[in-house]
């Protein structure tokens, strides 16, 4: 027979750029207990300080990283591990763990030299009471993002990176290596100009697909903002001039805006710079 868990469980997949973190783990609730280090009785909580914590309820928490990653500054292969963590007051050791089979804490099992990486976090204090124990990611960008650990009043943050400049340089030498089409092209210059990065090189391959695919808006768009992105103004605006005209046909309204609204900057820019 099954019964409803009381720590029931959870999954939380996050996408940082090209990469995927995956946790999965079981969320005790507090129901009015005292969660870390010891109660003013002088009994200990749920959670004693300096004793290893599943950082969740039941089996060990799993964490998964699609890519190699930074956290802390420190690298870690991509791979599945068990999350750990021992408590304390004022500073916290979280662990990344390459056996993932102990159930639950692992207590007698847990060996220090199976650890893969081993970080010192301070905790904080939040004015919300987080009821159920909640991990979750915050501070996204394309790069990194963080990961909190929320339970009653105590958050614990861990900051995560990811290369994603090479691993997309990967996917671009490939792609470009067999039959890059018009899209393939308009991709990676995108990508360029949104990263503000080889803007020479992005203006190249956003000229190479309008070559191939003819007159789109958002071609002449993307190379609007490359060649402003230059200071190019003057060639700025008329290809925006063109993304506008192509945006009016096609009845796309938001990029009809977005060109008026950079054609009028970028003319104020151009007597700036003469």
Do not use: C
Request: hydrophobic fraction near 35%.
């Amino acid at each position: 027979m099954n019964h409803p868990k009381a720590s029931p469980f959870s999954k939380v997949e996050q996408e940082v750029g090209l990469s995927k973190i995956t946790v999965e783990y079981s969320r005790p609730s507090a129901k009015g207990r005292a969660l870390f280090g010891k109660r003013k009785s002088g009994e200990s909580g749920l959670v004693p300080y300096g004793r290893i914590w599943r950082v969740g309820a039941n089996e060990s928490t799993k964490i998964t990283f699609s890519n190699d990653v930074l956290i802390a500054d420190q690298l870690l292969s991509k791979g599945t591990y068990a999350l750990y963590a021992f408590p304390e007051e004022n500073e916290w050791q979280v662990i990344f763990h390459n056996t993932t089979t102990h159930w639950g804490d692992g207590r007698t099992n847990y060996k220090p030299d199976e650890d893969a990486l081993r970080i010192l976090v301070v905790p904080t204090q939040t004015q919300d009471f987080q009821e159920i124990f909640l991990i979750s990611f915050d501070g996204l960008d394309h790069n990194g993002a963080v990961m909190n650990l929320n339970w009653g009043t105590t958050q614990v943050s861990v900051p995560m990176s990811f290369d994603t400049k090479s691993i997309m340089q990967l996917q671009i030498d490939e792609r470009l290596a067999n039959s890059p089409t018009a899209q393939t092209y308009y991709e990676i210059a995108r990508y360029y100009q949104e990263q503000g990065i080889y803007q020479d090189k992005a203006l190249g391959y956003v000229e190479e697909a309008i070559e191939k695919a003819g007159d789109t808006y958002y071609f002449y768009r993307v190379k609007s903002l490359i060649l402003a992105d230059l200071t190019i103004y003057n060639e700025a605006i008329t290809a925006a001039k063109i993304s506008l005209k192509l945006s009016e046909i096609e009845g796309k309204d938001e990029f009809v805006r977005l060109n008026q609204n950079t054609i009028s900057n970028w003319k104020i820019l151009r007597k700036k710079n003469k």
